[in-house]
């Protein structure tokens, strides 16, 4: 009914998001209409990629309260340059990509694609030229 699998609601429970209402005999989780509409809030938050924090952040404010307003306003405003340095390094990406694909068209004798993998994989680490992504942390 939330849209969100039974895994991730137990997840969410473990990170304090959300707690059922009860349980019967057979320890199935009781959910209320509030609870459902929690979980789809959460469901909303993380499809727009928020991590856990911000969608702890959200959960606590008040719709009413304009000191929360602002608080919404800030947490958004730092997804948003996450999401805008997230574009930045996929584009960089791409590019990468792109030149490595360029490479090779499957006429050669060898493949230039694996064989600029290889040579890159025997650099040592310190040196060696990381994807744009490989270097960002992680940010759900």
């Known amino acids: 009914m939330s849209g969100v699998t039974a895994a991730n609601i137990r997840y969410y429970e473990r990170e304090?998001?959300?707690?059922?209402?009860?349980?019967?005999?057979n320890d199935y989780r009781f959910y209320t209409d509030a609870d459902l509409h929690r979980l789809r809030f959460?469901?909303?938050?993380?499809?727009?990629?928020?991590?856990?924090?911000?969608?702890?952040?959200?959960?606590?404010?008040?719709l009413n309260n304009k000191a929360d307003c602002a608080a919404a306003n800030h947490t958004v405003n730092g997804h948003l340059q996450h999401v805008r340095e997230r574009l930045h390094e996929l584009q960089i990406l791409e590019q990468e990509l792109l030149a490595l694909r360029d490479r090779c068209d499957g006429s050669d004798a060898r493949c230039h694609i694996i064989e600029a993998l290889h040579a890159q994989a025997d650099e040592p680490l310190e040196e060696a030229r990381l994807p744009a992504t490989g270097a960002s942390k992680r940010h759900v």
């Open 16 to 25: 304090g998001l959300v707690q059922p209402s009860g349980r019967a005999e």
């Open 42 to 62: 959460i469901r909303m938050c993380r499809a727009m990629d928020m991590s856990l924090a911000e969608v702890r952040t959200l959960l606590v404010l008040d």
